[in-house]
């Protein structure tokens, strides 16, 4: 039954949380996180009624030819107009990402040093750890995603940071690499940290199911656009696929208004999130509007990357996104920090990529798109990516940030 395979529609979102003046000094890392309570408001309050997909029916072949496209139908529709997707997958459970996040809070906490010396800034820092101040928000540098930003409705306007984000993150690549590749260093071997011995079996036991779940969509949203249903799963074999979890330190940068991400899109295929311990994601859906997202226990967020955008002509367009603390934030560090729990949030995210030497293109009917010629031209995964990564200052054919 078509039915069983979706959830009722309820509530995704958090109610919007307010968009806080990032000078307000309204609360400050410390002893006690005071939570403000006079805030302008300047997030809509409504709330999306989006239905969380169930992908076990699908999974378990247990439903009919025709209700496979209806339900691929509802994927493609839902990543046109919202660029996002919720669903739930077996597969992917809450202990996996309880064991998950619990490795990287004790990952995160270590010493600078410790974590330094997992860093390859000369690969780009595509393996092992990224520190926070290196990633900068293209709109940092980004003359037109200023404008964008400006010309946003008050209400839902993104924080414009003042500069590279306070998260750190460690990147783990996921899934056979290809022999012979022209971007090796996109696909260059794993980082395993000192003093974990776990690591690479959580790190890879989490990803691969975050992966699946990524694959399934893929080929559920290819059938649902009218393309060949493993048009995109193809494209994605040997990717360079990362799961890329962010590290917050919230003791230092638990503030309301602290840009823990700022206002970006992802440059990879599709991103799959699952559920942080911490709330202060909020994405943006293709008519504008900016939703806080709060996750049901169990579901996976999906949001289009710039290679589901290249490869539809646009049809489907990548998803804005940025990571503030707000005051549900503080509110989830008071509850942590009574319960001698972490103070960093992690977020345990996929980067579900194209593979490096395929091109992007738009494919079939969506070569048609108006402007996918001139916005859209052919070319290799792996060059798109550096291009991005020269733009995000992760590149080391860019200047290294002080
Ligand atoms: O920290 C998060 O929840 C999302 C981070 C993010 O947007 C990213 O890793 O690209
Ligand atoms: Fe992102």
Redesign the pocket.
Known sequence: MLHSALCPPKLIYDRPEPCIDVSADSSSAGASFPVADEQPACSPSVGLDLPVIDLSPFLQRSISDAEVFRLSQQIADSLHKTSCLIVRDPRVGIDDSDEFLDMLERYFAQSLQAKLADSRPQLHYQVGSTPEGVELPKCVMDPAMQQAIAAQPTAHRATLPQGPDCKWRFMWRLGPRPAQTSYAELNSPAIIPAGFPNWEHTMNSWGTKMLAAVEAVAELAANGLGLPAAAFTSLMEQGPHLL?P?GCNLEEYGRVGTC??GFHY?LNFLTI?GR?RFPG?FIWLRDGTRVAVKMPAGCLLLQAGKQLEWLTGGHIRAGM?E?LCTQATVRAMNEAKAAGRSLWRV?S?VFGHVASDRILVPLGPFALQPGAASQYPQVAAGAQVQQELDAIRLSSNTARPQ
């Open positions: 890329a962010t823990i991400a992802d999130h942080a994601l996104h990571v977020s995210t």
